[in-house]
């Protein structure tokens, strides 16, 4: 679990948590309409009947529960800090210290180095021009693969994609899967209102009291207008994150990496093709993609498994590192 990302000061933590208190209430207004008020109509009228009013109950209640699954999930869970065994070592293993003389090294640490060197390779791919390991100067610890500061966290997170603030958190390795899967939550929730609401919708629009203040009939219609809209432009944003997903990007990576490498080809390091990309972001288990719960990841966020692809070219190339950063 995490400490939110709240800068110092009771105003400024105020402030940072504003964001999701707006999506609180973003959430539980047409939630609160839809259920006490184009549900009720539905289990009253004799058409469609009180049976469509039952299952349009039952289906916003699922989507809700793994939508506020996934909010709470992307708020609370840690989006991942570079371990401390993990930077000692790396430290170390490049040199940066005299072996054991200024660390004390733990046996259990140098296993895990070791079991992610083996498994994710034994070198980093991004590096700096010079070809040295990159490092954060703010945090003064290496910096793995897809790790980025932070300036609102004031850290660094691994596999960074961008700092969210309507969940006052960072989106990292371990917590990417609930942003996900809140958005797309979130997105299903609208289309099943507006879709099963569109009824009442066409009612209350003809309706005397659409233009009276407080009316169900004006709830009605501003909540599926609403819910309309919104669903266009989140529709939007999943679709952008869905690209990410399918290629193994981060926001970070699309924006900085991809036109890094002038007058060369980018070969992506960690496109290892869809399914493989989705499996390290979702989990390995199919049945499990759609659960808001870190079942079946893997990887620590320290190291990545380099593509197929990338390592081939980077063989016939010759060159230390085709994601170079300055």
């Known amino acids: 679990m995490i400490d939110l990302c709240c800068p110092p000061g009771l105003f400024n933590k105020a402030i940072a948590c504003f964001p999701p208190f707006v999506v609180v209430v973003v959430i539980s207004i047409p939630y609160a309409v839809y259920v006490f008020i184009n549900c009720q109509i539905y289990l009253d009228d004799d058409a469609p009947g009180p049976f469509f009013g039952y299952v349009c109950l039952v289906v916003i209640h699922i989507l809700m529960f793994f939508l506020v699954w996934s909010f709470i999930q992307a708020i609370m869970v840690d989006p991942g800090r570079v371990p401390e065994w993990y930077a000692r070592l790396e430290m170390e293993r ?4 005299i072996p054991g003389k200024y660390l004390d090294i733990n046996p259990e ?5 070791q079991q992610t060197l083996e498994e994710m390779g034994d070198s980093n791919v991004e590096k700096k021009l ?3 390991g990159r490092w954060c100067r703010k945090c003064v610890r290496v910096k793995p693969d ?3 500061h ?6 660094c997170v691994l596999k960074m994609d961008h700092h969210c603030p309507w969940i006052n958190n960072c989106v990292g390795h371990y917590n990417y899967k609930y942003f996900y899967l809140f958005i797309v939550y979130a997105l299903l929730t609208l289309f099943w209102v507006v879709a099963s609401s569109f009824i009442n919708f066409m009612k209350s629009i003809s309706s005397d009291d659409v233009l009276t203040l407080g009316s169900e009939d004006f709830f009605i219609v501003i909540t599926w207008m609403f819910c309309m809209l919104f669903s266009v432009a989140l529709g939007g944003f999943v679709t952008f994150h869905t690209y990410l997903l399918l290629s193994n990007y981060t926001t970070i990576e699309l924006v900085e990496k991809k036109g890094a490498v002038r007058g060369q080809s980018y070969v992506h390091p960690w496109d290892n093709g869809q399914e493989k ?3 390290d972001c979702l989990g390995e288990y199919k049945i499990l993609w759609m659960i808001p719960a870190r ?5 620590n966020g320290c190291r990545f498994k380099a593509s197929e692809q990338y390592c081939s070219d980077l063989r016939v190339s010759n060159a230390p590192s085709l994601a170079i950063l300055k």
């Open 94 to 97: 490049q040199g940066m210290h």
């Open 109 to 113: 640490d140098k296993e895990k180095l």
């Open 130 to 132: 010079d070809g040295s």
């Open 146 to 148: 897809r790790c980025h």
């Open 150 to 155: 932070c300036r609102v966290c004031q850290r």
């Open 277 to 279: 990309n989705i499996e």
């Open 295 to 299: 079942i079946s990841m893997r990887g």
